[in-house]
């Protein structure tokens, strides 16, 4: 094995286990919208452990922070 390879695979199963945490974060908060917890605290940091690998997800959690800000400017 090369080092061209290694580090690709390094790559490919750091991307893979962000979107599984990130995913099961968001998951999560998603339950908390119908179950007891705080859902707006959990989605975002969800949104910030993808957005380390995606693009999408910088833009949602940049979304949610004005969102935020604009409620709490009320």
Known sequence: MN??????????????AIALVGGTVIAIGVAMILLPGPAFLIIPIGLAILGVEYAWARRWLSIARQTAQTFSDR
């Open 3 to 16: 080092f061209r390879s290694l580090t690709n695979s390094y790559r490919s199963a750091r991307r893979v």
